[in-house]
């Protein structure tokens, strides 16, 4: 992976550009109407990672009757990975992995078997998966928790085969096809507990994400 390394003084003025800016430009094939139950910042929280989440599913062939184990459950993609799979795919059955203070979450939103990844190695657990879906970075581990033949997903590159990993295609039409899951309640968008940032803290923003203990998604708003 290519790193592109920025000054601070020309992050602060890019921030400072952005505070000023009241409107933008998109295709429209990019857009999708926001969940009328959701407020702008929970909305802003969901196409990337809603849509790679989703794309992995198309990619893997996913299907109702199957099992699933999500390694990273409680991160952005993770946590829309699991539930997709409990209500859009109609999973047989969710394993997922996080930290001890964050198994409770994921029973919340749909995890039948928790794994404390701090305690456990889930390679080493007899149980095996029609998909595991990677994405925290651990494919070679994965290959060892799957069925014969089954396969793995993983959105952490190099993404070494024969696991599946892609680029993703970002479409509206995806966002306006489970819009109807967030209005319902089923599909809800998780976010860390640092969640609004202003612009000025985007620098600790990434900080934080690259410690890799956020919750789910960290959204910087503009709006004070």
């Known amino acids: 992976m290519k790193y592109m390394v920025i000054s601070t003084r020309k ?120 998909l ?6 651990q494919t070679d581990r994965a290959f060892k928790a799957i069925k014969e033949g089954e396969k793995v997903v993983t959105i952490v590159p190099p993404g070494y085969p024969p696991a599946i990993f892609f680029a993703l295609t970002s479409k509206g039409s995806n966002l306006e096809k489970l819009r109807p899951y967030f209005e319902s309640g089923q599909v809800k968008p998780i976010l860390d507990a640092k969640t609004p940032l202003p612009f000025s803290q985007l620098i600790e923003a990434i900080s934080y994400l690259e410690t890799s203990r956020a919750t789910g998604k960290v959204v910087v708003y503009p709006i004070p």
């Open 11 to 130: 992050v602060c003025r890019i921030l400072r550009f952005l505070e000023l800016c009241q409107s933008t430009v998109a295709e429209e094939k990019l857009l999708a109407h926001k969940p009328s139950n959701l407020s702008f910042i929970e909305a802003a929280s969901i196409p990337l990672a809603l849509e790679t989440a989703l794309e992995g599913f198309e990619h893997a062939q996913f299907s109702a009757g199957k099992s699933i184990l999500v390694l990273g459950g409680a991160g952005g993609v993770g946590s829309y990975a699991i539930q997709l799979a409990k209500h859009v795919y109609k999973a047989s059955k969710i394993t997922a992995t996080a930290s001890t203070g964050k198994l409770e979450l994921l029973r919340e939103i749909g995890v039948d078997f928790p794994i404390d990844y701090t305690k456990y190695n889930f390679e080493d657990l007899p149980e095996k998966y029609d």
């Open 132 to 137: 595991v879906y990677d994405a925290v970075g």
